[in-house]
């Protein structure tokens, strides 16, 4: 559920110290434990400041869910995330199911919510010299924009709006993740301090100073950030230390992102730097204003065109089976745009450029599988328009219930009817071509 | 003239795969002795799954039992040393050239 970054650093507070802090965690829950009488631990999603989030069957309701278990001393925090989370309702939001506790550990169930976090998204962008579209750039922003208003309407301010805690998950859907730093509006706070992620908070949060009412304003200014950051790739406000981002949160003008993409419309360049206003009262008043001026770029924004031929891309590691799926391809669809991909990365660098009609995809790869790549694939939406299927010598049952999580249906093992199945999906899909004017 | 060409291209491919199927086999012997079973599995399941694409049933299936047998929690290295030998010779009847259909 939670796809916490390694590089991404760790929300900040002098809140009293976690115990446990800065020391070696043993892991709460592990591969094969039964907790609750219902949820088999199958593998570990990641660690926080929090606690750690495991990947579990819930043998009762034949399904996969998330569980975060509280590391020891933070097991108020994890009660208060996993009650506003049940407060609200909308696809940004994960849906939370149980709330218990298990031998000494205080633990939620939630829906498993599969997909890619923005800050990966955003790292592989970066590494590849890629920045995001324009269109693709506001598809982001006015997905976490709907979510945070969905917040800020229940009269919560999240506190700590960042790319780690964003998901994008399959149907176009943005998830908000992390609400254990969020607090209600008319709370009259708990007085511990500037809390936060350093490189998002704004002024009043770094001093601490952010009033009842208008800490919504806190969220608007760490979206302006992040939005700086989807749309240039690089960090507003960089600095060595915390104290260096913080003053320069504190001082230094919001930079132009024209400065660094010439590209950006300068209606949209304008919103970030409002976004990021060092008083809340310069800043846009509430996240549906921004959400209106979101969708108004967004509409004037252009769509990018079609190919004329089937384009396919082939993703094996296997070179004599992509050769020979190649060659299966010309022989069912001679005008085909054929591309093969040696690992995910590639398949990754080509659908950035290209999004292909169809994506014959291994399962078995080294380094990153097909069906984290289908995962990212689908989080990103860098292929929603591109019908995958998968092709493997051995699918297990659960991958495959996975890949059918994902829209992923169809499965031709590697074997004798291999030619015949490739023929009949690649008449599909030149057929759903045709058919769509492509 | 295009199925002509892809069908020149097919029979290549089948042939230099058949060509190139014993040192792919003694990769995963090398593997399997060197009891390395990270790079063995994945090399079996290449062979499990290319093989059988080439229409190499029984070299796939052979293949198919040591990548299963590798996935065990307890590996039985004998047990997979004999099924390699069978594979060897499953791999050693294949002829360089597939036979017209």
Do not use: C
């Amino acid at each position: 559920m939670e796809g916490g970054e390694p590089s991404e650093e760790e929300a900040t507070t002098t809140e009293p110290q976690r115990p446990g802090a800065g020391r070696r965690r043993v892991a709460l829950f592990a591969r094969g434990d039964l907790v609750g009488e219902s949820y088999e631990v199958l593998d570990t999603i990641g660690e926080g400041g929090m606690g750690q989030v495991v990947e579990a069957f819930d043998r009762a309701l034949n399904r996969r869910v998330a569980i975060k278990a509280a590391w020891p001393g933070n097991e108020a925090a994890l009660r208060k995330e996993a009650q506003t989370l049940a407060a609200l309702r909308h696809p940004s939001m994960v849906v939370v199911h149980h709330l218990a506790r298990h031998e000494s550990i205080e633990y939620v169930v939630m829906e498993r919510v599969y997909g890619v976090s923005l800050a990966q998204h955003m790292l592989r962008r970066a590494r590849a010299n890629k920045t995001f579209s324009v269109p693709e750039v506001l598809d982001i922003l006015t997905g976490i924009a709907e979510g945070l208003a969905v917040v800020h309407r229940a009269g919560i301010a999240h506190r700590d709006v960042k790319p780690s805690n964003v998901m994008l998950a399959p149907g176009n859907r943005v998830v908000l993740m992390d609400f254990g730093l969020s607090l209600s509006e008319a709370d009259r706070g708990s007085g511990a301090g500037p809390t936060g992620t350093p490189g998002y908070m704004a002024p009043e949060a770094i001093l601490d100073d952010a009033r009842s009412g208008g800490r919504y304003l806190v969220d608007i200014y760490a979206f302006g950030v992040l939005a700086f950051e989807v749309l240039t790739l690089h960090t507003p406000f960089p600095g060595r230390t915390r104290v260096d981002v913080w003053s320069a949160h504190l001082s230094a003008e919001p930079p132009d992102p024209r400065a660094q993409r010439a590209d950006t419309p300068p209606k949209l360049s304008e919103l970030v730097q409002s976004l990021m206003a060092k008083a809340p009262e310069d800043r846009p008043d509430s996240i549906e204003t921004v959400l209106v001026d979101l969708r108004e770029l967004r509409g004037s924004s252009s769509e990018p065109s079609r190919a004329q031929s089937l384009s396919v891309l082939i993703v094996d590691d296997d070179p004599d089976l992509a050769a020979l799926m190649r060659a299966h391809v010309r022989k069912t669809v001679p005008s085909a745009v054929i591309t093969t991909a040696n690992d995910a990365e590639a398949a990754i660098r080509h659908v950035h450029g290209h999004p292909p009609d169809l994506l014959l995809l291994d399962l078995r790869m080294p380094k990153m599988s097909g069906v984290e790549l289908a995962m990212y694939l689908r989080g990103t939406h860098l292929a929603d328009a591109t019908t995958i299927v998968a092709v493997s010598g051995l699918a297990h049952e659960d991958d495959l219930a996975l890949l059918r999580q994902l829209g992923i249906t169809t499965f031709i093992p590697k074997g004798d009817g291999l030619e015949a199945r490739l023929a009949s999906v690649l008449r599909d899909a030149e057929r759903r071509r045709s058919s769509l004017g492509r | 003239m295009v199925d002509d060409d892809v069908e020149l291209e097919l029979e290549e491919l089948r042939r230099t795969y058949r060509v190139s199927l014993p040192a792919k086999v003694d990769a995963l012997a090398t593997a399997v002795d060197a009891r390395d079973r990270e790079t063995a599995s994945a090399l079996a399941h290449r062979l499990r799954g290319t093989s059988g694409a080439y229409g190499l049933s029984a070299v796939s299936i052979e293949a198919g039992a040591i990548e299963d047998a590798l996935a065990e929690r307890e590996i039985d290295w004998g047990a997979i040393a004999a099924r390699l030998e069978s594979l060897e010779e499953e791999a050693s009847r294949v002829p360089a050239r597939p036979t017209r259909r």
